[in-house]
Each structure stands twice: as C-alpha cells, then as structure tokens.
C-alpha cells in the first residue's frame, strides 16, 4: 500500500526499480513456491513479535498459530469480515473449505503475494501484505465468492460481497472474473461490475471504476488485458477492451478500447502511443515501481 | 450495486432494458406496497434460507424473525451501526421509534427498493438490496437523522451520520434533504453537504461529491432535480441547480446550472445537448439500465 | 465534515466567514489552549448529555468520564480502532505512552480541533469534531504511527495504520510528515505515500491523492506547503512541490510543482494566476469558509 | 447483597433493624409505587454519576437514558443474557413486549426491590439492587419466562431459562411459580425445580435446593409459603410443604411438611418448635434482617 | 436440568417412571445411534423454528446450518467458552479436530443426551439439552481436555477447563475420567479432582464435590462406580469407592468406602442396607425419575 | 485449583507433602519477591507457548506483552470482568491506576501466588495459577473493590464486586478484609459477607459462606484468623471468632466460635480437640496439602 501512481505522460521510459531488498526470486526449485512464502512469512512474524512484544499477541492469532497459509488466511478473513449475525465460526468453515476444496485459491494468493512483493516499494514483508492490505484481503475473499457464484449459492457469494464492501470499501462483484498475481494498491473505492474480467499481473490503484454504461444489460463491463497498469481514480466503462501491457492514466474516463502497450490518459481519454520495445518481464506496465 | 455507469457521450440514446427477471410492477391494488414488498422480502429470503442452510442463521436474524420491514430494517440497521460506545439495543430504540412515528420513513424504504430493483440489474432480490446495498442503508440511516436534525436533536444525528461515514463510507450530512425511489448504487465515498438537496427518482453513483465551493456559507450546495443520474465519481459544487431530468457524466467537474433533460460532461463539464422528447416513465434518466 | 469544496475559478476573491457562531480565540492567556479546548469540550459534551439523555452514555463514555483530553482520546480511538486480535486495552495502553511521552502529539491535536472550528462551517462543536471526524482521528492516529515508525517500530506502526485504513477509509502511510492546524475534510478515500510531507494550516478534502508516479523509488511523493488548499478528488503525483497557500481544484490531476499562493485546476492541471496580494491570517487559502 | 444468614436456633428472638438509612416507605399515597421507585433509582444514579464520573457511562446506559423502569429493566436484562447466537435486541424485543403486556411484571419487580431493600442491611439503594443483584435479575427473567411457558413458548422460555442459568448460576425452571417481593440473596447456585412454588414475602439465600426425590414424576417440588425464609445451603426436596412464615436453617436437609411459623434444621431436618405470637408484618421471617 | 434429587431414605422403593413421552429407544437397527440422535435434533430444532421464530437465528446458528452432530456441538462450545483472548474460532479448531480424531468422543456425548432424556423429565427434547445443559456441554468440553491432557498438551487443557469452570460454574479436573451416559444434572457448583474417576451411567446432582482430604498427595480422590447417583450438594473426599449402584443422598459427606447398591446419607453420611434385588436395567440408581 | 479438601476428623495428622516439584523457595535474596515471580511466570508462559502454539496468542494477550505482574494482572481482569456497558478500557484504567497507588496489592498477589503454588498439588505453575484461578483472580478484584470502598467510592466498588459475582461465581462484599498469602480454592459459590474479616495464610474452598444470622446488623459476620482452612461447603455464620489454625470441617454449619488450632466439624459444628503443638511453618492447617 502507500505509494505509487502511474504517471500517464511518462511511460515510455524504462521503470527501473532496485528491489534490493526483496527475498530473492523464485524460490529455490526443491520447494513449493507456497512452502517457501509462508516459510517466509513465518519466520517474519516471528522476528516481529520479537521486536515488539504487543504485537506478538496480533501476530500469534493472525500467523504463528497456524499449520498453513490457507488456515491462517481463513482465520484472519473470518475474524475481519465477520458481523453480529454472520459469525466468525461460520465464515471460518467457509473459507476453509473453500480454500481445501480448491487449491488454485491458494496459489493465486501466493502469486498476489509475490506481486505485491515485487511492485510495491511500500510493501516490507510478506507478512505485511497478508496482514494489512486490504487490496489483498479483499480479493481473496472475492476469489471464494467467485467460487461460491460459479456453484450457483449466489445468496452466500453476494453475503460475502457485502461484507468485503463494507468492511474494506473494496467493491467487486462476485460474478467478475480475476487472474493471478494482481495488486490492488490501497485498494480504497475500487468498484468492479458482475461481468468485467482482469487478466494476470494486473496492477489496479485506488478509487478504480471498471463498470457499465447504464445503456445495455448482459455483457457490459470492460475487459482488462495481462499486464495493464490502471493508476488512481480511473473510471472504465462499458465493454471495453483494455489491451495487454496498456496503462491507464490516474483520473482518466475511458469510454474506448485502449491497444496494446498503449496508454490513455485524460477526460476523456485520449491514446497517447504504444510500445513497440519487446516485452520483457520488467517492462509489463503492471511492475512500475 | 456492481453495475452501471453513465455514459455522458451517448444520453440521446433511448435506454431499454429487459428486465424480464422484475417481479410484475406496481403491485396488485389490492393490498399495500409495503406489505407486498415486505411479502416478497421474506419468500426471497425463506428461499435463500433452504437453498443455502449455511446463511439461515444470517437471514432468520435479519428478516425472517420479524414481523415487519420497519422491525427488520431497524434491527438490521442497529447491528451495523453500533460501537462499543453506542449499544445497538439503543440504535434498535431510536430506530423503531422513528419508523413507527413518522410512516413516511418506511413508505420511503420501500419506494428506494422498488427503484433499486427496477434500475440496477444487478441487484437480485429486494432482500439482496435490505441486507447487502451500503447505499440503501446508508439512505434509510440518514432520513432518521434527518427527521432528528428536524426535531432540533443534533448531538444525536450527528452521531448516527458519523456511525454511516465509518460503517459504509457514505457521508451525508443529516441536514440535507432527500426525496423518494432513490438509488445510490455502489456508494462508497459518496458526500452530501448540509444544504443539498436530492429529488425524487435521482440515480447516484460512488465517489459523487455534492459539495461547496469554499466561498460563501449559508445555502452553499447542489440542488438535484427529479430523475437526475449523476455518474461514478462525479463532483458538483456549489448551490447550482440540476434541473429534472438530466445527466452528469462519471468523473465530471460540474460548477454551473445544469438545465432540465440535459448532459454534462468533462472538466469542468460542458453542457451536450438538451433531450426534447416527452418524457415518458422509462425515458426519465434515474432508470437507465 | 460535510460542507465544502475548493472552487478553483475564483480563489482571488476574498472568502470572508462570518463564524459568529465560533468561540473567540484565541483563548484568554491565563490558561493554556489545551485546558481551554478540554474545557470546552467538556461543557459542550455536559449540554448535549442533557439534551439528549439517549446520547449520555455515549458522551460519558468518551468524553465526561476522562479526566483529560489526551485520555479521551486515547479511550476513543482504541475503541474505534481495536479488532478481535488487537484489543482495545492494548491499543489504549499504546495510545496513552505515546500522547504522555510526546506532549507535542496533544498540542497537534488541539491544533487541528481549533483549526477543523474555524474551517468548516458545518463544524458545530469541538466535542463533534473529537468524537465523530473521521479525518481528525485517522490524522492523530497516523502521528502516533509517525512516532512509532521513527522509533523503528514499524511492523506496529503498520499495524496501526492498517486499522486506521480499514476503519476509516483513510489510508496515511505512517512514514509522511504532518504539520499542525491540519484539516481533513470528510477524508474518505484519503490517500497520501510514504515520502509526501504535508504541512502546517493545509485543508484537504476527501477522495484526495498524494502519490508516486511508479517510475522512480526513494523520495516520489509530493510535498504540500503551508496554508494549502486541495479540493475533493484531486491527485497530485510524484515529488511535486506545491507552494505555500497554493490551491488545487477539486478534480484536477497535478502532476508538476504549484508555486506559492497559485491555483491549479483541470485534469492534467494548468495554473490559474498568482496572488500578489500580503499573506495576511484570514487570506491563507486554508482558511477558506 | 453479601449479608445474612437465618440462624436456625434463634428464631424466636425478634428480629429488630434500625433501616434508618432506609427510605420512609410505603410511599406518599399521590404517586404510583412504581413511579415512586423509578424516581428513586434515577436519583441515586444520577447522584452516583456525579460523585463516580467513571461510572456514569454505566449508568447513564443502564439507567438515566431510559424514560421507564421497564425499559431500563428490559435493556439491561437484553445485555448481560444476550450471547453470540441470542442477540441483545432481539432479548429487548422480548423484554419489552412482556413488560408492555403484562404489567404484572413490572409491579412484582418494584415489589421485589422494596422487599430487597427492606429486609437485606447490605443493599444501600434501589439501583444497587436493579444494577447489581443477580437473584433480583434472575428473578425477573424467570417471570417473564414463565409467562412464555405459559403461552406454551416453551423453546423460547427454555432458552432464557438456560441464559439465566449460565450467566447468574441461578436455575430456575420456567414452569416454577414465584410470589411477589420475593429476595434471593447472594443467589449463587440456587436450583428450583419444574412444580416448585413459591409464596409472597419469601427470603431464599444462596445454594438453597428446591427439588424433587428422584422417585415420582408429575407434582414433585417443594411449595414455600408466604413469609418463608430458607437459609443458604438448605436442601428441601420432594412435594412437600413448608408453610406460612416458616424458617429452614442454613444447610439443612428438610424431607417434610413444616408447619407454618416453624423452624426445621439439620441433615436431616428436625423441627425446633412453632411460634405463636400474632403475625405482625415485622414479624414475619422473611424480613429478618 | 431442573428436577430430581435423590431421597436418601427411601431407596429401597423401586423407582419407577412412566417416559411416554420419551422417543422408542433404542432406534432402530438399521441405522447408527449418532445418526438417528441427529435426525431427531434436526427436527426438534425445526419445529421449534418454525414454532417460535424469534428462535430460528439460535436454532440455525447451533444447529440447523451444521450438517453433524459434531460440528454443531463443536460451533456451540466454541462460542459459549471463547473469551477475548481465546477467540472461538481457535476453540472451533480445537473441538472439530478433537471429535474427528476420536469418535468415542461423539458417541459418548450421544450417550450422554439418551441418559439425560431417559432420566430427567424436565428434558423436554435432545435439542433442548444439548442447546442448554450446562453439564452436558460442560462434560463434553471435559473430555476434550482429558483427551489433550493425555496427550500432554496440558497447557492448553487447563485453558480450557478454567473457560468451563468459568462459563458453565462446573469445575472437572481435566486429568478426571469420565464414562459414558453420564448425567450432570443442573451442575452448577460441581467440582470434580484431579485423580477421580466416575464410571458409566453415573448421575450426579448439582453442588456435588469429589474432592480430596488434603492429607495425601498422589491418587487422592474418589471412584465412582457405574450406576451411582449422588444427589445435590453431597460432598465425597478421598480417595474412596463409591461401589457399583450405590446411592449418596443429597447433602451427605463421605469419607468413607459405600458397597455396591448401597445407599449413604448424613453428615457424616452412615450406610442405610444394601439392596439385594437383581439389577435391571429400570432399577439402576442412576435412572431414579 | 482441582483437588483437596480438609478431612475433618484427622487433623491431628501432621501433613507431610513432597512438592518436589516446586520452585525453591523463597527466591534468592538478591531478588525482590515481585520480580522473581514475575520471572518466572513470564518464563513458564514462553515455555507452554512453545509447546502449544495454538495457545500462544493468549499467553502473550495476557502476559508475555506486559512489562510487569500489575500490568498483565489489570489486563486479564479487565478483559474478563467487562461487559458491554462497562468497557475493558475503563477498568484496566481503574486497575492500573489501584496497583500503582497501592503497591500492596502486587505484593498481596504475589503473596497469594506463592500460596497457590505450596498449597494446591493441582497447581502446575504460577501462570496457571494467574490466568485461570477463579479464586485468586476474584480475591484480586476484591482487594481493589475493598481499597475503592475504603475511598468512599462504594458505587465504583459495588460495581465491580457484582461482575465478580457473576464472572466468577465468586461474591465477597467489598468491605470485607482479607489477609494475604490467601487460597480460594476452586471457589464456586465462595459468600463473604460485609464485616467478615479473613486473616493470613487461610485456605478456603469453594461453596463456603462466611454470613450473617440475620438477627443484628453492624458488625455480624465471621471473624477468620491466621493459618484457618475451612472445608468445602462450609457454612459459617454470624460475628463468631474462628482462631488461629483451626480448621472446620467440610460441609459443616459453625455458629460458635473456634478455639485456636481446633477443628470443628459436622451440623451443627461440634469441635474435636485442640492441638497443643507448637506451631511450626508447614503445620498451619493453611497448608495442608
């Protein structure tokens, strides 16, 4: 959380960033990639409970009691999203069972993990993020919600919407369909309608609308390429196609499709040139900082 | 919620919706709206309730206890809003008291229903609107804390409008004045100063500010008109005028009059043609999904 | 909360507020403004507690029961800010040592309750502003989390601004700088980056962003100077500089430096004049209703 | 509260309190006694809430922020019975509703507190007595759960009959008919069996068994007279008498009829003479103190 | 709860009830114990809901949504014994691990709800005693913390037993062994040590210690036999037999060794004649209602 | 908590108990008594969260974030004795404030915890001793009721001795004294009226009364002197004198006084023999086990 905006005017130049001091990635191949994340994110919360005694109380609930990342995820979206009649002991079993029942909800939480990780400088620690990001947070639980819509308990997939809006102002409709490694930074306002689909390494700021025109029903969100950078405040309406690569200025309305590697900025929006370098890993818009 | 947005460009074009999943509207003569709405409310919700036993703790607590909606909407409201500092049995109190005082507060309920149920097609049931949609609530709340406004009991409409801020993040000051059949869809980081006023049949997306401009006190923000749709992330400033029926575009600047059956766009938005056609129920510019 | 907005067209005209209704201040010399704050809330707290028994418990609670302003605020931020795995007691107890240890946090909080009174004209009280401002308590939170980060307590001081963001809306990261006589207006959505220094008699309204621009790391926010004003929804990006008594309209997207006592307006920004005239209290743009 | 005892082989001596500090009761003939008590409680309270700012916020909730004794009564039951899965507001609910219905119940709670404040030297006000007193507070839940065993809402009288039981370890069943100005001191572990009765002007302390013999179905509980006093840990089991201003000593097994004005003690119980002296209301046992 | 208490001189009376409203039991063969017992609650849980709807939430949360004996008991003992820092989902973990590692766990609280049905007629419904029986639940939670207690896990054994002493005022060393069709009847007060053992179809009143003399350490107090009753308040202490079928009659103190079908009472208790009648299965003590 | 009791008719045995397990005490000279114990329970809570770490985040809740004995001692009471209208913030502050005004009351629990420790077999550490004795916890609470009533704070202290009642079961008047080096043992149903007076080194179980006879007012309850151990279930009653060392047998109704170093058992109490042994550290009958 906490840091950065796409500058829309300044793409074209190479973002460069000295992650020195993110844990060396991938993980050495003898392990699972989410071993070696919550491994890491073990051993984290134990040096920070060292170092600050009140919070080992927070960090022993939320981590160091628990066998697995899938069990600590669940029992911390259980303790936050519940309410005076959706009990914590309820929503518990939910995401637990969810997550046993469906391995790629885990894996897509390590990948969101080790995007966050490696985009956002603001972000210190896996454990951090697992924590504290609402961005995160929110899209794990949209992502069992999702899995709730597909296996028509809509009543249960739209309860869980409700709770996410409230509690983490994250609005995304259960029936959107969302990739992997994706940061939602800040994640505050963000609003996704029921038929918009987010690619991978998709980097989405606060205050993001990808919602409809109000003119047709069916189909009528915008569709998010691999790799697009959507800075802050960004309104997308309509079945759009944004392209792979594209970024999307901060505070721009986009009514239009947007081409690859191009970026829009503007109200409305207007492109302002693609990208014809070949795409290499650090240049996907999605990993600006 | 999670669904539309204007689009400012194309408002000329007649909206049309199917929406052959509606119940059958208005209801029978025979008997009352808030009876039937109330009636359908609680098959919706017994219905939920077999298909998925997991959330029947959460629909029996919320609706299917109840005898009637204003029972159901004040405890349901009671729960959401208290703090450790304001006790939801005391809310439970101040809310009942209120809908059973003044019935306008419960015909206007049903009414905002009734209008989110024909103009968001994402919204699936008139229960899915009474439990999940922050707006909603966030609306019912702070018609209560008008009336307490009215009744020259400020310490306490400022806090209930404080306990909506943080629980839905929608901020309407109690002051401000709010007709019938409206529809804040999505709503988070929606703020409304203490001199707006909202007609009836107004359709409001997130992040719109109806704010002042800094400049003058006294009468110093936006007048809505009737079956005004002001798009996500809009801004209106000042004590101008909306005249009935027009639009503002997601992500306008609006600092002038606006006049009846018109759009505005852009920033700082720009008027884009006047609408000459009669007005008829489904052209009125709230309903455009 | 709830009032009013930067125009960004006319900030050459003088605002003059008649705040007659507002306390005179400053305060009589023979006591010190937090006695004299403290006082008043106090008295303020005592009517409305008479006025409204239903309210009493709320008011005793957190404010007639304490015997000073920094244990008042102390009890009602752990309360608002505590979760089940961060207990209220615990939260108090680091609230508590840090106001005792650091008397400046105390004399910045009364600041910002003298500065939110003779801003907001929808302001009608001290003990309002104390108990229900979002914006106000998310900024005496984040000074207690500036304090522990630059004791190197980070993982608490992320910890804490997680909640703040969660409960509030209002995501400060603990790292920023923040002056004194600092008014948040409404604040949701509220956005602003590790490196971005906000100085002393800024106003800032909701659904505002201080962020980077994604291409460089180190110092890439922006730094707001004394008496600024910045209108709702707007975003300034990267290591700007805006200059003392500057204002940025609402909406606008900043993305280069703002000299002293300039407007800049519109998405990108342009500016809009200088103002030659002497700086005199009332004519800080800070100070605008 | 914490004082007396029946000693069992002194009840012929007089039993002569100096309740100077007691209020002059009956109270003036102008008022109702309930509206005479009510006046009382708020006086004390907001009496207490003067000397004990710390305490006010308790007593403001509980007591000074409610119009009547019933919805003070009804609130403060709603908090301490409510658990996860049985909500304060719908106990409320049920509270109210009872009261409202049945003011019988409301006349027995203010004849109970009087009789606690006439007969037990510890309680030092009537609000002491509502607030604190667990047998008091048992005792009025049992009432109203009776009332609902006799509605034949037996699941619901069950449910607050087990609350009971948790929280105040008084174990009442629903079925039991219970007198009016009835004191159960101290309360702890009292256990009254489904066809128990119990008079008028009884005083019950602690530990005290009202069972059955094991050995018959049907009719199987002690009935207690009028004016009966049973001191802490006596045992009366089986459908047997006890009459009219008897006493049962402390920790006696009582397996037989008592005649009225006498006193049985021991394991097992032996009767130690009848008294013959005119009843006068200072003389009946079950004001001994 | 709520009705028999052993009558100490009389035990030679066969006892005798007429159950009629008792379900045919055993169930029948084609099915198991636990599952019939589950269907039976499933529809007493529904009835009632449907009965009293101001009941269904309760009904639903604890039972209704669970989909077995186990998860609904683990849910239930879970939220009754969670404090603020033993959070209920951890408990919720630790029973439903609990009950799936050992399933003579769920048979033996299956056996403990025929035994209460089959002996107390104040047992309306297996619902009502699982829902309510402070023993019951209080039984079930021991053999869980003997099970971790065991397993040497003793820390968290005694974490528990304190949350069920505290909770239920039943206080049974965790280190106890407990049979099978158990009866803990009312149970407020009980206490049971660290080295006593209690065999199956034991029934046992409320106020009852199984304690030790203080003169010796090691194995230092009583064993119950199978088919004992102890009736309220009676106190055994060392380490003495209690053989199999004897009867101790409420209030009674043992020190000494009572011979099978042989009943104790007094304080000191003195044995009143064995009983020599062939035992059957009506005429075990430990059914005496 | 767990395990013995006084056997009334064998006190003249001396009780030898090999508590080999025991920390050597005292502690080394060069410590005070306060911290050595502290160490040690910080020490013993860092083990059994090593071994058990689904207990961790409730050992360092309650003691391994505190930097001393008053500190996680104000925590965990005011973490079990809240309630919804009297907040946890509220009473730690009302704790901390007493252990810091009045260090006796640490050295009191330290005293008590030393106690437990000799005394109680079942007792495995002083942590469990500290976070799960009902008895010790309630005797802390009462000290600090007692200091409140001595203060003239008596509606503060009636408070806080009734959500002691009703947490623990435990019901000891606030103007009641009690020594130090005191065992509560297992404490259920533990009544200690107004003018009772409890000396050092005392052992009392649990359902003892220490009541009035209901016959005078003033000063009418037991008078307890040093090294005194009274049985479970115990009822004394009245202002008798109870000398130092006696013992009274369990189950036992003493309203006469007791010699010194005399043992009184059965009901009514008969005394069974002085004891003329010179009185030697680990022969007071305080230390029986």
Known sequence: MHSSQSHPQSTTTTTTTNNHHHPTFPPPESESETTW???????????????????ATH?????LSHPSLDRSLSFHLANKLSSSTLLSTLLYDLFLLSFSSDPSLVSSAVAD?????QRDPACVSFSHCLLNYKGFLACQAQRVAHRLWLQSRRPMALALHSRVAEVFAVDIHPAARIGKSVLFDHATGLVVGETAVIGNNVSILHHVTLGGTGKVGGDRHPKIGDGVLIGAGATVLGNVKIGEG???GAGS??????PPRTT???NPARL????ERPVRHEDVPGYPK
């Open 37 to 55: 994340v919550w491994t890491q994110i073990k051993a984290e919360a134990r040096r920070d409970a060292e170092c600050e005694p009140a919070l």
């Open 59 to 63: 960090l022993y609930s939320t981590i």
């Open 113 to 117: 993990l080790l995007a966050v990780r």
């Open 246 to 248: 594209a970024k999307i």
């Open 253 to 258: 309305l986009v009514l239009i499709d947007v």
């Open 264 to 266: 829009a900025v503007g």
């Open 272 to 275: 302002i040139g693609g990208r």
